[in-house]
């Protein structure tokens, strides 16, 4: 099977509240809106700190679409339209 | 001698030239220490200085930059002569480019725990002691909520001091105007706080370095002067240095025997001579006559021409039967030469003061102490001659400067700029115009030391060289 079209990678820090909330909305919106067109793959910054320093992630929880076009988001994607807006969904 | 009187708080040399002199030791170890200055007065490049030294020094430390990328940092880096690659390579440097992605989108919370997380792996991984975090404010301006960069500031302080990590963290001063952020706060955080500023004195741009707070330790509480070249940054603490002068050594040539003989003997090691004369008088003459010598004897010598360029100094000379040309080939004479007005007299200084260190000379000559006045004010000059001629005496060199005088009979003038109290030896030289003819008299007025002769001379410059011809009857 190949990948889907829309591929996001969630950087988490650990259990904390603020990664939860970030994985929650991307899920939520995604269900939404690319509904069995996307993949999500989570990266725990706190034990692969190399995936992170790579993709030179400072903060968390921060989402980067790796494809089909870069984008980078920080923070819970509390604002549910500016997220949209950005992914051009 | 930099130990500090209060009771001890450890201290980590920052290796910067002067730096450890004004913090008396150094920078507060496993402690976090602010610099505050405008955009490009140099906070960078004393964050990467310090790491670098304590690098080659065999102390690793890492490097997180949020706003310059790596790429000019190192290019930066390169036009001062800092390899960083090698220290990279054996792990003792570590350059993190932490540039947050100006696209990219914020919305709703988030923390710094990525960049802890990665610190840390690289702390533990490199052995690291020593962090640099350059342009913090760019990190905290991405929160862009007080209270929350509050809290980030004082988790990271935490983290760093649990770790007894020596921090150097900068940050942008606010432009005049603009809404001061949370500075205040970092300020009471950090256990010494420096400024730095890059202000116009007259026409020349001046950078300046003052430590604002060091709890727990003395400073020097002055406003420094500083200069970024090759090989970095240097300050000049000129209120720090003491007198410590060494005596006046042994007697050896001037080049010329019966000069030798009419200043005593020849000039002493570690003494200061001053000729002085109007133009045209053969100042030059003497001085590469001086130096020609000195390398005839294996001697390395520097010599600081504010006056003519070295092609026009070799062939001058030439004319006057000295070539200098295989002693500046073999390196023992060493030309530095440059316009007065080309930069501040700091940067004189630090040109000169680099250059002794390098070239550990035996005699230092410079030409001249008038043309001085052209790097902007008498006080600049005054301070670069003091400067100069003090660092050679504290370190047992030969000083020879010469002064232009404009008229042909003015005693007032000896040596123009106020630097007299230092000067040990004095010769003038003058034109005197007789029976339709011009002669040259040569007077010894001063020889600390010595006995020398009172008598004006003849003496005489030709294709073959200098002549002292005798009493003038």
């Known amino acids: ?89 | 001698m930099l130990e500090c009187q209060l009771p001890t708080i450890r201290k980590c040399l920052t290796r910067i030239e002067g730096l450890d002199q004004i913090l008396k030791g150094g920078l507060p170890s496993g402690r976090t220490t602010l610099i505050i200055g405008g955009p490009g007065t140099g906070k960078s490049l004393f964050g990467l200085e310090f790491l670098y030294r304590s690098a080659q020094a065999g102390e690793p430390g890492i490097f997180i930059s949020f706003e310059e990328r790596a790429g000019p940092l190192k290019d930066n880096a390169d036009t001062l002569g800092w390899q960083l690659a090698p220290l990279e390579q054996s792990g003792t440097f570590f350059l993190l480019e932490g540039r947050i992605d100006p696209r990219a989108v914020i919305t709703g919370d988030f923390g710094i725990q990525s960049f802890l997380a990665i610190l840390d792996h690289k702390l533990k991984a490199m052995g690291a002691k020593r962090i640099v975090i350059d342009a913090l404010d760019v990190l905290m301006r991405l929160i862009n909520d007080s209270r929350r960069e509050q809290d980030e500031l004082v988790a990271l302080h935490q983290w760093l001091a649990e770790r007894d990590v020596t921090a150097l963290l900068t940050v942008k001063a606010p432009r005049e105007g603009q809404h001061e952020r949370n500075y205040d706060f970092l300020d009471y955080l950090a256990d010494c706080v420096i400024h730095l500023d890059n202000r116009m004195l007259g026409q020349l741009s001046t950078r300046r370095l003052r430590v604002v707070k060091y709890r727990g330790s003395g400073f020097g509480s002055n406003e420094y002067p500083f200069v970024i070249d090759s090989p970095g940054v240097t300050l000049l603490p000129i209120s720090e240095i003491g007198l410590s002068h060494q005596a006046l050594g042994d007697r050896f040539s001037t080049g010329l025997t019966a000069l030798d003989d009419l200043v005593g003997g020849g000039f002493r090691r570690a003494s200061s001579v001053l000729i002085t004369g109007s133009t045209g008088t053969g100042k030059t003459t003497l001085c590469s006559v001086f130096a020609q010598m000195a390398c005839a004897r294996k001697e390395r010598i520097l010599y600081i021409s504010f006056e003519e360029s070295e092609a026009a100094l070799v062939s001058a000379m030439r004319s006057s039967g000295t070539d200098l040309r295989s002693t500046l080939a073999s390196g023992e004479l060493r030309l530095l030469t440059a316009m007065p007005e080309a930069m501040g007299a700091e940067q004189h200084l630090v040109r000169g003061l680099v250059a002794i260190k390098q070239l550990q000379p035996s005699c230092v000559v410079i030409e001249s102490a008038s043309a001085c006045k052209r790097m902007g004010t008498e006080q600049a000059a005054f301070e670069y001659l003091m400067r100069m001629i003090n660092t050679c005496k504290e370190m047992g060199i030969t000083i020879v400067t010469t002064n232009q005088t404009a008229g042909l009979h003015n005693l007032d003038e000896i040596s123009g700029i106020g630097i007299s109290s230092l000067i040990d030896t004095v010769i003038q030289l003058r034109l005197i115009e007789e029976n339709a003819i011009l002669r040259r008299n040569l007077l010894v007025m001063k020889s600390r030391g010595s006995s020398h002769s009172h008598a004006v001379h003849d003496f005489a410059i030709t294709d073959q060289g200098v002549t002292i011809l005798g009493k003038v009857a």
Do not use: W
Not at chain 1, 16 to 22: Q, R
Not at chain 1, 72 to 78: D, K, Q
């Open chain 1, 1 to 89: 099977m190949s990948a889907n079209e829309y591929r996001f990678r969630l950087f988490v820090a650990g259990n904390e509240p603020n990664s939860h909330l970030a994985e929650q909305n991307l899920r939520s919106i995604c269900q939404e809106y690319l509904s069995g067109r996307h993949d999500i793959e989570i990266v725990d910054v706190l034990t692969d700190f190399e995936a992170a320093l790579n993709a030179q992630i400072m903060v968390a929880p921060a989402v980067v679409l790796v494809a089909p076009r870069s984008v980078t988001l920080f923070g819970t994607l509390a604002d549910k339209a500016a997220v949209m807006s950005a992914l051009a969904l």
